[in-house]
């Protein structure tokens, strides 16, 4: 089946540098994009969307950027906080399956 | 609190037991997801419904588990006859359609002894 991958199992980041977590898709009709982040014991929490008819979206000290040319999507976190430590995972959907597709995950680890 | 909630947050049950969690959704949402969670592993989904139509299921999802939605509000998940297999996180997601947007809960996690 198709799938969204993370190119990093792990990311270790000095406290206040920029982070950049990637994300290869394989799902051509992928419309939408969400980035979550999930701590330890908990569920993944919504950090921010876009969908394939733009190729940048800004949140609060977080940018996503999509590449539809070579099917990948990043995440900048400006300014790395010791509270971003958890894994980050890409998901997509398609609008003819409806349903959110996880991939693995990368662990941000920020170093005090 | 308007979120998702999910329960019991912890299940240990012994092998060929039977279990059920329950997902209480944003009131709003016409969207009800359920995930599966291993340790390490991104979730994998298992069924969705909308309303209270059950509209997939993936073929992760054994005749021993069934997942429910009566009345379009909250859903239930049973395992039956459980395994240790069966051990993960069992995570419940809710969306309004237009959005597409899943708000998820904090998840059942079950031990399978």
């Known amino acids: 089946g198709e799938s969204v991958g993370l190119h990093l199992p792990t990311l270790s980041v000095q406290e206040g540098d920029n982070s950049i977590i990637n994300c290869a898709y394989s799902?051509?009709?992928?419309?939408?994009f969400i980035w979550y982040k999930q701590e330890s014991g908990k569920g993944p929490q919504f950090i921010i969307d876009?969908?394939?008819?733009?190729d940048k979206r800004q949140g609060q000290r977080v940018t996503v950027l999509l590449n539809k040319t070579v099917k990948h999507l990043s995440l900048q976190i400006a300014a790395t906080q010791p509270g971003d430590s958890a894994v980050y995972f890409c998901?997509?959907?398609?609008?003819?399956?409806?349903?959110?597709?996880f991939g693995q995950g990368t662990t941000l680890q920020v170093k005090p | 609190d308007t979120g998702v909630s999910q329960n019991p947050r912890h299940k240990i049950t012994k092998r060929g037991q039977n279990v059920t969690f329950r997902c209480d959704p944003i009131?709003?949402?016409?969207?009800l997801y359920w995930y599966r969670q291993t340790l390490g592993q991104g979730p994998e989904f298992l069924t969705y419904?909308?309303?209270?139509?059950?509209?997939?299921k993936s073929r992760l999802l054994s005749d021993r588990f069934s997942a429910e939605r009566p009345k379009g509000s909250f859903s239930t998940l049973e395992i039956q006859r459980t395994e240790q297999g069966d051990s993960a996180m069992y995570l419940c997601?809710?969306?309004?359609?237009?959005?597409?947007?899943?708000?998820f809960g904090e998840g059942s996690r079950l031990t399978v002894l």
């Open positions: 419904f909308q309303n209270e139509a059950q509209l997939e």
């Open positions: 009131s709003e949402h016409n969207r």
């Open positions: 998901a997509e959907i398609s609008s003819n399956t409806g349903k959110l597709i």
């Open positions: 799902n051509s009709a992928s419309d939408y």
């Open positions: 876009i969908r394939s008819n733009m």
């Open positions: 997601a809710s969306s309004l359609e237009q959005t597409g947007e899943l708000f």
